[in-house]
């Protein structure tokens, strides 16, 4: 790049370790107040890697044709100059930020003085990539009502099939300081586009519209395609590259964002600026959105139960607490009764307390409860009975105030509940031996909840069932978030999972709970399940499954159907019922009410397996 003002050999050395890094600011140049001479185009701005190479410098005159004005949120515009270099590398768009609301418009040729910045959604500590931006703007008009760039078209032939560079190691993992390779990998495909105006052609819907107005589509049809018309995630290594968050330009007042389900097709031409976002990352932002084409996507029924066979479920309920909506418990009582065929046993998570987020010391469940199992039996599902143990005030993570627990519901007609000496929030229940065969202390009871595992997160509830004599041990968990990982589209490559780290633990505490029962009794029916909030493939399964104590039943659906839950256009595996090796023979099915719908009444679909004790 060209440059008045010559950097030291020390210097430039420092420039080079914090681009690769992706901590730098500003750069050596800026820092010595220093501004170029010369003019500047889009490209020589955007440069060869993630970092512009003029990150922090004054930039004078950068001419483009205005592609995208935002009104709302992070305002700016998008400017794309039509003289392209030769290089696939370089971008030819950027996002002036304006931050108040703009006063350009779709086709004007514009110049832009300002500050070249590199902005990071989310912060720093996101783990995002930046966005290269123009900061601190003075625009002049040159002329309006000029044709825009053609838009570059993102498809199936232009998406690499890699997903992302190997970071750099003496970097941290970072590919910041990499030399962006856009038809080897589709990560360096979509930078070395970002602000640039694209388009996709019909693409079918993957990720349903959310309440923030935006949904996500797959421009590779064939690419690990879900039973449903989803795109799943099978590995770590599958993140699939098709994928694209779809935005629109227009303020919702103005246009309605449509609703969509996944398996629905957005058909027609999409074309706008792409910009990268804190919630999911490369993102087109449309100017022109296309139109919504409905599929056949229906909510799933699952099989009922055979009169020998045991059905047990488990069931995110997403925050459920007497200050929510008759609506959204009657909605989810009908779920339990005609789309999970009432299950002798079902485990809940997110059950609040019975004031909710109210922070006062509440603890107490029974309302909540009481009102759902009235719910379920005014749909025409038996009249479940309830089994918990309440939390200690603050102790278990979740919505501040709400106290989230584990619940277990069971038909007393069908199956009947063992109690022994109820545990409390503290109290571990244990596994002794009674008449030969496993029992635990106390039931309902906790599992290790003293272990530094489960601080600020969920215990384990563990109960005692006996279906046509036969005893079945059931634990029921909501182990720690995803909340801290990096996302797919980070910087750094692999992206970091800090949070997995918590979740191995608790695997393992969970597996070894089942291994002294499993000691005790070698043929003892156990089921693991819950949220678990991690995909079958993880390192959290494998600690769970470890030495053969538990097989994780999802494993036994074919791929196209492994999810219970859709994120950024990804469907993959929370929610897992997990089998002693006792329970050879089994149904299992993800039940797909929610996930893939725009109209949920929780982000999770339930999972429901039968067997024969």
Request: proline fraction near 6%; aromatic fraction near 8%; hydrophobic fraction near 40%.
């Given at each position: 790049?060209?440059?008045?003002?010559?950097?030291?050999?020390?210097?430039?050395?420092?420039?080079?370790?914090?681009?690769?890094?992706g901590?730098?600011?500003?750069?050596?140049?800026?820092a010595?107040?220093?501004?170029?001479?010369?003019?500047?185009?889009i490209?020589?701005?955007?440069?060869?890697?993630?970092?512009?190479?003029?990150?922090?410098?004054?930039?004078?005159?950068?001419?483009?044709?205005?592609?995208?004005?935002?009104?709302?949120?992070?305002?700016?515009?998008?400017?794309?100059?039509?003289?392209?270099?030769?290089?696939?590398?370089?971008?030819?768009?950027?996002?002036?930020?304006?931050?108040?609301?703009?006063?350009?418009?779709?086709?004007?040729?514009?110049?832009?003085?300002?500050?070249?910045?590199?902005?990071v959604?989310?912060?720093?500590?996101?783990?995002?990539?930046?966005v290269?931006?123009?900061?601190?703007?003075?625009?002049?008009?040159?002329?309006?009502?000029?044709?825009?760039?053609?838009?570059?078209?993102?498809?199936?032939y232009?998406?690499?099939?890699?997903?992302?560079?190997?970071?750099?190691?003496?970097?941290?993992?970072?590919?910041?300081?990499?030399?962006?390779e856009?038809?080897?990998?589709?990560?360096d495909?979509?930078e070395?586009?970002?602000?640039?105006?694209?388009?996709?052609?019909?693409?079918?819907?993957?990720?349903?519209?959310?309440?923030?107005?935006?949904?996500?589509v797959?421009?590779?049809?064939?690419?690990?395609?879900?039973k449903?018309?989803?795109t799943?995630?099978?590995?770590?290594?599958?993140?699939?590259?098709?994928?694209?968050?779809?935005?629109?330009?227009?303020?919702?007042?103005?246009?309605?964002?449509?609703?969509?389900?996944?398996?629905?097709?957005?058909?027609?031409?999409?074309?706008?600026?792409?910009?990268?976002?804190?919630?999911?990352?490369?993102?087109l932002?449309?100017?022109?959105l296309?139109?919504v084409?409905?599929?056949?996507?229906?909510?799933?029924k699952?099989?009922?139960?055979?009169?020998?066979?045991?059905?047990?479920?488990?069931?995110?309920?997403?925050?459920?607490?007497?200050?929510?909506?008759?609506?959204k418990?009657?909605?989810?009582?009908?779920?339990?009764?005609?789309?999970l065929?009432?299950?002798?046993?079902?485990?809940?998570?997110?059950?609040?307390d019975?004031?909710?987020?109210?922070?006062?010391g509440?603890?107490?469940a029974?309302?909540?409860?009481?009102?759902?199992?009235?719910?379920?039996?005014?749909?025409?599902?038996?009249?479940?009975?309830?089994?918990t143990?309440?939390?200690?005030?603050?102790?278990?993570?979740?919505?501040?105030?709400?106290?989230?627990?584990q619940?277990?519901?069971?038909?007393?007609?069908?199956?009947?509940?063992?109690?022994?000496?109820?545990g409390?929030?503290?109290?571990?229940?244990?596994?002794?031996?009674?008449?030969g065969?496993?029992?635990?202390?106390?039931?309902?009871?906790r599992?290790?909840?003293?272990?530094p595992?489960?601080?600020?997160?969920?215990?384990?509830?563990?109960?005692?069932?006996?279906?046509?004599?036969?005893?079945?041990?059931v634990?029921?968990?909501?182990?720690?978030?995803?909340?801290?990982?990096?996302?797919?589209?980070?910087?750094?490559?692999?992206?970091?999972?800090?949070?997995?780290?918590k979740?191995?633990?608790?695997?393992?505490?969970?597996?070894?709970?089942?291994?002294?029962?499993?000691?005790?009794?070698?043929?003892?029916?156990?089921?693991?399940?819950?949220?678990?909030n991690?995909?079958?493939?993880?390192?959290?399964?494998?600690?769970?499954?470890?030495?053969?104590?538990?097989?994780?039943?999802?494993?036994?659906?074919?791929?196209?159907?492994?999810?219970?839950?859709?994120?950024?256009?990804?469907?993959?595996?929370?929610?897992?019922?997990?089998?002693?090796?006792?329970?050879?023979?089994?149904?299992?099915?993800?039940?797909?009410?929610?996930?893939?719908?725009?109209?949920?009444n929780?982000?999770?679909?339930?999972?429901?397996?039968?067997?024969?004790?």
């Open positions: 790049m060209r440059s008045s003002h010559p950097r030291s050999a020390a210097v430039a050395a420092l420039v080079a370790t914090a681009l690769a890094t901590l730098l600011v500003g750069s050596a140049d800026a010595e107040g220093s501004a170029s001479a010369d003019p500047v185009r490209h020589d701005i955007q440069g060869t890697t993630r970092i512009s190479p003029l990150n922090g410098r004054q930039v004078a005159d950068v001419e483009g044709i205005v592609t995208g004005v935002r009104t709302y949120g992070s305002r700016g515009f998008w400017i794309q100059d039509p003289d392209a270099d030769d290089d696939a590398a370089t971008s030819e768009g950027v996002f002036v930020f304006t931050n108040a609301v703009p006063t350009v418009a779709v086709g004007d040729a514009v110049k832009v003085s300002g500050t070249v910045g590199e902005y959604p989310g912060g720093a500590a996101s783990g995002n990539q930046s290269t931006q123009i900061s601190k703007p003075v625009v002049t008009a040159v002329s309006s009502g000029n044709p825009l760039p053609e838009a570059a078209a993102i498809n199936e232009t998406v690499p099939a890699a997903y992302a560079p190997a970071g750099d190691p003496a970097a941290g993992g970072s590919i910041n300081g990499l030399a962006l856009p038809s080897r990998h589709a990560l495909f979509y070395s586009l970002e602000g640039m105006n694209v388009r996709i052609g019909t693409s079918r819907v993957v990720g349903a519209t959310d309440p923030y107005a935006e949904l996500w797959t421009v590779k049809g064939w690419e690990n395609t879900a449903r018309g989803g799943v995630y099978g590995s770590y290594e599958s993140q699939n590259t098709g994928r694209l968050q779809i935005q629109q330009l227009a303020p919702l007042a103005q246009q309605p964002f449509p609703v969509a389900n996944v398996g629905d097709k957005l058909t027609g031409t999409t074309e706008g600026p792409l910009d990268f976002n804190q919630f999911g990352g490369y993102t932002v449309a100017r022109t296309g139109t084409k409905a599929g056949t996507l229906a909510p799933e699952t099989k009922a139960q055979a009169a020998n066979e045991l059905a047990v479920a488990t069931y995110n309920v997403e925050n459920l607490d007497p200050t929510d909506p008759q609506e418990f009657d909605a989810l009582a009908k779920a339990v009764v005609e789309n065929a009432s299950p002798d046993v079902l485990a809940l998570e997110e059950i609040q019975d004031n909710g987020a109210k922070n006062d509440t603890v107490s029974g309302q909540t409860l009481a009102k759902f199992t009235a719910a379920i039996a005014a749909a025409g599902g038996p009249s479940y009975q309830w089994r143990v309440d939390p200690e005030d603050k102790k278990d993570g979740g919505e501040p105030g709400g106290n989230i627990r619940v277990f519901l069971f038909n007393p007609a069908r199956v009947s509940f063992t109690e022994r000496a109820p409390d929030a503290v109290t571990a229940t244990g596994v002794v031996q009674e008449n065969k496993a029992a635990l202390t106390h039931s309902p009871g599992v290790d909840p003293a272990n595992a489960w601080a600020d997160s969920r215990k384990p509830l563990a109960g005692e069932f006996v279906f046509r004599g036969k005893t079945v041990f634990i029921a968990n909501h182990f720690g978030s995803k909340g801290g990982d990096e996302g797919l589209v980070s910087h750094h490559q692999p992206p970091v999972r800090s949070s997995e780290a979740r191995l633990l608790q695997a393992q505490a969970v597996n070894g709970f089942v291994k002294d029962i499993l000691a005790v009794q070698k043929n003892a029916n156990v089921l693991v399940l819950g949220d678990i991690d995909f079958e493939f993880s390192a959290t399964t494998d600690a769970l499954a470890d030495g053969e104590a538990l097989y994780p039943a999802v494993k036994s659906l074919p791929k196209s159907e492994r999810y219970s839950y859709v994120y950024q256009g990804n469907a993959q595996v929370l929610d897992q019922i997990l089998t002693s090796p006792a329970i050879k023979q089994f149904s299992y099915d993800s039940v797909h009410i929610n996930a893939e719908f725009a109209n949920q929780s982000d999770h679909d339930p999972q429901v397996l039968r067997f024969r004790p």
